[in-house]
């Protein structure tokens, strides 16, 4: 297997109003990070798009916390390829 590396990047103040909107959520929560190698001097870093937690739930009240969540994310990604 090629080098692959799982991130935990939760974000505890968004978790705890995302679970205070639904329970069930932290089966949802966009947690992980994923870094692997595809090919010599290539990496990837895919991460779980946060509006899932909306789309899958079908709770409109999660959106603000998946936009800030995403917001955040991004930027962190971002970071990577500078």
Not at 8 to 28: E, K, M, S, V, Y
């Amino acid at each position: 297997m090629e080098d692959y590396l799982i991130l935990g990047a939760c974000n505890p103040p968004l978790a705890h109003l995302a679970l205070d909107t639904d329970r069930g959520i932290g089966l949802l929560l966009p947690c992980n990070v994923i870094v692997r190698t595809d090919g010599p001097g290539h990496t990837l870093a895919p991460a779980l798009d946060p509006q899932v937690m909306v789309q899958v739930t079908g709770r409109s009240e999660l959106k603000e916390v998946a936009d800030e969540a995403s917001t955040r994310l991004r930027a962190a990604l971002d970071t990577l390829a500078e």
